[in-house]
């Protein structure tokens, strides 16, 4: 069956560091993977999209890899700071053009001061 | 003021009792979603429709209804409620484009309790 996986443990790091998520997935053909920003109590925010045929994408302090091999994505938070700390979301497309994305549960990210 | 909008933004109900939530939007998009969020379980789709005459079931419908009313208006019905109904409830935009590249815009969610 298809899956998504996020380690649902929480990211704790220090302020500074580099923060380091992994979405895997199984069973899946998707030709793009998006990345998304949850605080409690609010709806997801888009980040960043990546395509299939690009192995990395950047935006500011945020860079994505996604390796279709592995079948995983790599979502990077350099220097990061408390203000990052939230749940981050990827999304999949079902990768058979009915324009719908399947979520991932998330993982906690906690950025100590 | 906020592109995607849900009313109410927390519900407490009985079992038995019939509950719509609303989601409005001034984005333009076509697209529109319904997802319910659960601990542990991420989101998960329920209805979703690309245009007033177009609604799809998605992952999870059993136990609810759709209707889409306008463009920029698209509600979620539970006929009767049931506790294991009770999470968090987004609406979801998203423009027309090509598959898998059209970002999705939430809403802020509707805390529903059934009791």
């Known amino acids: 069956s298809q899956k998504i996986e996020q380690n649902s443990e929480a990211l704790n790091i220090q302020e500074g560091k580099t923060a380091t998520l992994t979405c895997n997935y199984t069973?899946?053909?998707?030709?793009?993977l998006q990345w998304y920003r949850q605080d409690p109590g609010r709806g997801p925010v888009f980040l960043l999209l990546?395509?299939?045929?690009?192995k990395e994408k950047r935006k500011e302090r945020l860079k994505v890899t996604f390796d279709t091999t592995l079948k995983q994505s790599l979502f990077h938070i350099t220097a990061s700071q408390p203000a990052d700390s939230a749940t981050y979301l990827c999304?999949?497309?079902?990768?058979?053009?009915?324009?719908?994305?399947?979520f991932g549960s998330g993982t906690r990210l906690l950025v100590r001061p | 003021d906020a592109d995607v909008t849900q009313t109410p933004r927390n519900r407490i109900t009985k079992t038995g009792k019939r509950i719509m939530l609303e989601c409005s939007q001034t984005?333009?998009?076509?697209?529109m979603y319904w997802y319910r969020q659960d601990p542990g379980l991420g989101l998960r789709l329920i209805y979703y429709?690309?245009?007033?005459?177009?609604?799809n079931k998605g992952e999870i419908s059993d136990g609810y209804s759709v209707s889409r009313q306008a463009q920029a208006k698209f509600s979620l019905s539970l006929e009767s409620a049931i506790p294991n109904q009770t999470a968090l409830y987004f609406c979801?935009?998203?423009?027309?484009?090509?598959?898998?590249?059209?970002?999705?815009?939430f809403g802020p969610g509707t805390r529903l309790t059934v009791l």
């Open positions: 979801a935009t998203s423009e027309s484009g090509a598959v898998g590249t059209d970002t999705q815009y």
């Open positions: 069973n899946y053909s998707p030709a793009y």
């Open positions: 990546i395509r299939e045929n690009e």
């Open positions: 999304a999949l497309d079902t990768g058979d053009s009915s324009y719908k994305l399947i």
């Open positions: 984005k333009g998009h076509d697209r």
């Open positions: 429709s690309f245009d007033v005459k177009d609604i």
